[in-house]
């Protein structure tokens, strides 16, 4: 480990600090429907599992990858961000979630939280859960650029947060996507957490730096190099 502390976590959201409970399938089904994919057979089944593979990722590009036009795939975000919002009254912490961010900025670092939902969406799952003050910053793809597994918002956060250098921060995720992400900022840490949408396999294949099971052992690990 580097005796350079690290300065900053970056935190995914759904399947890492908010326990997502099957609600991201739930919207895309209805975002499907109203992009007139059927809702039975292959094109179905395609649509669905490119969705679990490409977790993490902007909702948008999900779309327009899947759809390839831009008026089907607007139409879906809208009818995926209306499902989500819906059922993000249903949203709870992962379990000891609020603690480890607490004890984070505790200890000096900041946090930020980040998702590949919209602002709007985003801010649902924080009222939901009282979040709105729980981190020092939180960061939709369209706030810094590009959204995962593009480097932007862990850099963007870095910037906003004055962290001194890519290597003073610690990714955390539990998609392929958050993976990429984090390697593609240069950020020290990079953990996948076994709380979300992807096993340990792909999180390691991604290259994950570490396996946690959740974020409550996340801070630990990072805490450990504080003590």
């Known amino acids: 480990m580097s005796d350079k502390r690290i300065e900053l976590a970056v935190l ?12 991201v399938l739930r919207a895309f089904d209805v975002a499907a429907s109203a992009a007139g994919i059927p809702a039975q057979g292959p094109e179905r089944d395609a649509a669905t599992d490119y969705v679990v593979r ?3 990722q902007s909702k948008i590009t999900v779309f327009r990858a899947l759809l390839h036009d831009e008026d089907r795939a ?3 975000n809208r009818a995926f961000e209306a499902a989500y919002d819906e059922f993000a009254a249903e949203a709870t912490p992962i379990p000891g979630a ?11 670092i ?14 649902r799952l924080l009222d939901a859960l009282g979040w709105h003050e729980i981190a020092d910053l939180t960061l939709c793809p369209a706030e810094a650029g590009r959204g995962r597994p593009y480097p932007d918002m862990v850099l963007t956060a870095l910037l906003r947060l004055g962290a001194d250098a890519v290597d003073r921060v610690a990714v955390l995720g539990d998609t ?3 993976i990429e992400t984090g390697l593609a900022a ?11 949408a992807h096993p340990e396999d792909r999180l390691r294949e991604a290259g994950a730096t ?14 450990a190099e504080h003590s």
């Open 110 to 123: 900041k946090v930020a939280l980040t998702t590949g939902f919209s602002r709007g969406t985003q801010d």
């Open 210 to 223: 570490h396996i946690v099971p959740s974020v409550v052992e996340f801070t630990d690990l990072l805490l």
């Open 186 to 196: 240069g950020a020290r840490v990079v953990a996948g957490a076994l709380t979300g």
């Open 98 to 108: 609020a603690q480890a961010i607490t004890r984070l900025r505790a200890a000096g």
């Open 74 to 76: 607007q139409r879906a």
């Open 176 to 178: 392929a996507s958050d």
């Open 54 to 56: 490409t977790m993490g």
């Open 12 to 23: 995914d959201m759904a399947g890492t600090t908010v326990a997502d409970g099957g609600l």
